[in-house]
């Protein structure tokens, strides 16, 4: 019994640790996703399509959708998108949980991650149901289930996408690099956007007589406007998620009752608008670093 109870002990370890080396090296191969606005979507692969380091992306439709099994048990889960013509190989691995024979989503049917399979109790040639943000709902039959380590995902075609929920429209993307770049200082560069495609903006109003304390007042005011708004609708909607954990922390000797003091509001708005301020402070380091003729000279 002893044994027993140490062997356990050790392959619950073991299990936790060889997680992320699963999930990260054997099906995820993309270094980073970013997800936009729609209609900034153009906007960010013009960037990349700048960028030396980046090899290759993909171009992809990312959104919620709420699962319905066969029981009626539901869970929120990501939905990818894939343009027909596009292969996700490069960037995430699907394999058979069966058979591990490489998978990729079809015409006719949708492919979900191991767990959510086993949560919502439906396997491969089952049929589930898949619910939109705008409550728009339709069923698709699973026709694979891939294997996954952490957190949920389904697939589906741009085809089979407009076919049921209408007009496909691409608001992310994944991206590898090139060998040899650091990823840090790619991020640093991809982390200039903001204040670079408004430079020019910034150097006229230096050039007309702004005080650099001025500058930093016109930026950084947008932001603690938008951090304002952010505290004010974050807070029921957090409360709103804090009390949606109790059915999905369903324990057979526990019942996960919510409870949110006061004091927790406040320190969360407190926490946010200081990280506002924070980014306030770099961003005026780089404000202060705009060469107004250099900025405005016509591009030619």
Request: hydrophobic content about 40%.
């Amino acid at each position: 019994g002893c044994t027993s109870l140490l062997v356990c002990g050790f392959a619950i370890k073991d299990s936790v640790g060889a997680l992320m080396p699963r999930q990260y090296e054997y099906i995820v191969h993309y270094d980073w996703m970013a997800v936009t606005e729609t209609d900034d979507h153009d906007e960010l692969c013009g960037i990349l399509d700048q960028m030396p380091e980046i090899r290759s992306y993909l171009e992809l439709d990312v959104e919620s959708v709420t699962v319905r099994g066969p029981d009626g048990s539901t869970e929120i889960i990501q939905l990818y998108v894939v343009p027909d013509s596009s292969s996700l190989e490069e960037y995430v691995l699907l394999r058979d949980t069966g058979s591990g024979a490489l998978l990729r989503p079809g015409p006719d049917g949708i492919i979900v991650t191991r767990n959510a399979s086993v949560i919502l109790s439906f396997a491969a040639g089952d049929t589930v149901s898949l619910q939109d943000l705008h409550f728009r709902q339709h069923d698709f039959k699973v026709s694979a289930v891939t294997e996954n380590y952490l957190g949920n995902a389904v697939y589906m075609t741009r085809d089979l996408y407009e076919r049921t929920f209408g007009k496909f429209e691409a608001n992310a993307v994944l991206a590898v690099y090139r060998d040899g770049t650091d990823p840090d200082e790619a991020a640093r560069r991809l982390e200039q956007t903001n204040i670079s495609e408004r430079e020019r903006e910034l150097a006229t109003i230096k050039v007309l007589g702004f005080y650099d304390r001025e500058v930093h007042l016109y930026v950084n005011k947008e932001t603690l406007i938008l951090t304002g708004f952010g505290i004010l609708l974050g807070m029921p909607t957090g409360a709103l998620y804090a009390h949606a954990l109790t059915p999905i922390l369903k324990m057979p000797s526990l019942y996960f009752a919510v409870s949110i003091r006061p004091f927790s509001f406040v320190l969360s708005a407190a926490l946010a608008l200081l990280f506002a301020l924070m980014v306030n402070r770099m961003t005026d380091r780089t404000l202060n670093e705009i060469d107004p003729a250099e900025a405005l000279k016509s591009i030619e």
